[in-house]
Nanobody
């Protein structure tokens, strides 16, 4: 089993920044397909960033240029750096992971493991 533990959420004013952390336990993140998602009240969950079939990180259009992912393999932790935050970014943010198939981290990937979520609130 893989456990994902998130931290780093909080409240920030518009234009501010936050960095979310997602520590993985039980399996190396180098062997997992990982992604970030968010869900705001009254809205469906949406993807924020994910690894595509070529192994490259892709970002949703609404966050591209403002959000950046990274990882520290030594401590088995993923990061989501969020800059220029806007009220529309307010949501519960989740990291997720799954195992790819022979094609890699493709569009049919199932995210079997999820973090507990961390709240991000951006005020205007």
């Amino acid at each position: 089993q893989v456990q994902l533990v998130e931290s780093g959420g909080g409240s920030v004013q518009a234009g501010g920044s936050l960095r979310l952390s997602c520590a993985a336990f039980g399996y190396s993140i180098t062997r997992l397909c990982v992604g970030w998602f968010r869900q705001a009240p009254g809205k469906e969950r949406e993807g924020v960033a994910h690894i595509d079939s070529d192994g490259k990180m892709q970002y949703a259009d609404v966050v591209k240029g403002r959000f950046t992912t990274s990882q520290d393999n030594a401590v088995n932790t993923l990061y989501l750096q969020m800059n220029s935050l806007q009220p529309e970014d307010s949501a519960i943010y989740y990291c997720a992971a799954g195992f790819g198939d022979y094609r890699g981290c493709g569009p049919r990937l199932v995210y079997n493991y999820w973090g507990q979520g961390t709240q991000v609130t951006v005020s205007s």
